[in-house]
């Protein structure tokens, strides 16, 4: 599961890949960590959820201007803030502001999380609580970004709102397809990261949400 400006993303443990594949893309993997327990721990809070993923999607902040984005006090945001530094999430943008308040930048694209298992069976019940948190956190923030689009869609160009798309499927897999589509899914989202390197006439930031789960037989 990897998580970008964007959030978390599930990456399945495969079986280990042939000879000759190429070797995984560093640049990726070191722009987007794995989760451990520890890490963990320290992001599941609704407030610092939050606060990274503005910091991701928007861009460099004050713990000011953050706490009147979010409807917070910039008392909390500063605080959490600096817990999401001890925890590797943020870092100082030194290179901003007059020196009278920190910046802040998130510190990777985002962060991923490579055995689900890990978590889910963990023996410490916080860190089975934690990723329950986390998993429902996201989840609540793809319902309200949905949302947010049909209620704002007449307000954008009629290509944009025909280029859209809310779909679902129900096919039946086991769970080595299903990780096999996932990961043939991710792979084609990462192709077209780089196709507008910068922002072009008509161009647009696009949400894609991914959720891929079983259902029980009725």
């Not at 689900?116 to 429902?136: C, K, N, Q, W």
């Amino acid at each position: 599961m990897r998580s970008y400006p964007e959030r978390v993303t599930h990456t399945p443990a495969a079986d280990p890949p042939p000879a000759d594949a190429p070797p995984p893309d560093p640049v990726l993997h070191a722009d987007v960590p794995p989760l451990d327990p520890r890490s963990l721990r320290g992001l599941a809070h609704p407030l610092r959820m939050r606060l990274l993923a503005a910091l991701r999607e928007d861009g460099p902040a004050t713990a000011s201007a953050l706490a009147a984005r979010l409807g917070e006090s910039s008392g909390a945001t500063s605080y959490h803030l600096r817990q999401l530094a001890a925890y590797g999430f943020v870092v100082d943008d030194p290179g901003r502001g007059t020196g009278r308040e920190r910046w802040w930048k998130a510190a990777h694209r985002g962060v991923r999380v490579d055995s689900m298992e890990e978590f889910t069976a963990h023996p410490d019940p916080e860190v089975r609580g934690a990723i329950s948190a986390l998993l429902y956190a996201h989840s609540a923030a793809h319902a309200e970004q949905l949302n947010g689009w049909i209620g704002t869609m007449h307000e954008w160009p009629a290509a944009w709102r025909e280029a859209s798309d809310l779909s679902d499927f129900s096919i039946r897999l086991t769970p080595e397809l299903a990780r096999e589509l996932g990961e043939r899914l991710h792979a084609l989202v990462e192709s077209y990261r780089d196709r507008l390197p910068e922002p072009v006439e008509g161009s647009a930031r696009v949400r894609i949400h991914l959720h891929a789960f079983p259902r029980r037989a009725d």
